[in-house]
């Protein structure tokens, strides 16, 4: 199986930060890496699918970055309906595999 | 619209079979791959399966394969996960989504079905 390194796993952060996570694979997965938000209690919600690509309806300044093994989820700027759970999902082999999560709080 | 809806909260004891649903609408149900994901209370998510309605080819991951059976009926559009005897360690949120192909992200998930499982 491929793992999936999320990190950090937590983060404390401000509205209007610019805030990074990152999701390694253990092998290479081109672009095969998508991103999901997570509030509490809600569904999950797509983000970012094929490394880069911005699912519609998604505000632009979430932009996703990586190719092979590292993968970057980034936040321009924090909005307060951002702080959520994010998980990376690798899509390139089966079985798929999900990050960790990356649990993002308000400082 | 694309949608898919889940069958409701259940409640369990260890032992007992289960099926849960998943019933799609808004696109061609026999075209997408339905995959199910597990979220056990306070954990992240874990990629159990999928199935291709079209012809119920199923592929498993490793840590379900043997604990549950996917399968699909096109006629009603609708896919099951199912549990034939049920363990407290079974206890989550189950969810169902659409993939495009068999190696694409999901997207639009369903809205989830709670399996709670106690003596």
């Known amino acids: 199986d491929i793992q999936m390194t999320q990190s950090p796993s937590a983060m404390s952060a401000s509205v209007g930060d610019r805030v990074t996570i990152t999701c390694r694979a253990s092998q290479g997965i081109s672009n095969y890496l998508a991103w999901f938000q997570q509030k509490p209690g809600k569904v999950p919600k797509r983000l970012i699918y094929a490394s880069s690509s911005l699912q519609s309806g998604v505000p632009s300044r979430f932009s996703g970055s990586g190719s092979g093994t590292e993968f970057t989820l980034t936040i321009s700027s924090l909005q307060p309906e951002d702080f959520a759970t994010y998980y990376c999902?690798?899509?390139?082999?089966?079985?798929?595999?999900f990050g960790g999560g990356t649990r993002v709080e308000i400082k | 619209e694309v949608q898919l809806v889940q069958s409701g909260a259940e409640v369990k004891k260890p032992g007992e079979s289960l099926k849960i649903s998943c019933k799609g609408s808004?696109?061609?149900?026999?075209?997408?791959?339905i995959g199910w994901v597990r979220q056990m209370p306070g954990k992240g998510l874990e990629w159990m399966g999928i199935?291709?309605?079209?012809?119920?080819?199923?592929r498993y991951s490793p840590s379900f394969q043997g604990q549950v059976t996917i399968s699909a009926d096109k006629s009603i559009s609708t896919a099951y996960l199912q549990w034939s005897s049920l363990k407290a360690s079974d206890t989550g949120m189950y969810y169902c989504?659409?993939?495009?192909?068999?190696?694409?992200?999901?997207?639009?998930w369903g809205q989830g079905t709670l399996v709670t499982v106690s003596s």
């Open positions: 989504a659409r993939h495009y192909s068999s190696s694409s992200a999901p997207d639009p």
């Open positions: 808004g696109y061609s149900f026999t075209s997408y791959w």
């Open positions: 199935i291709y309605p079209g012809d119920s080819e199923t």
């Open positions: 999902l690798q899509h390139h082999s089966y079985p798929l595999t």
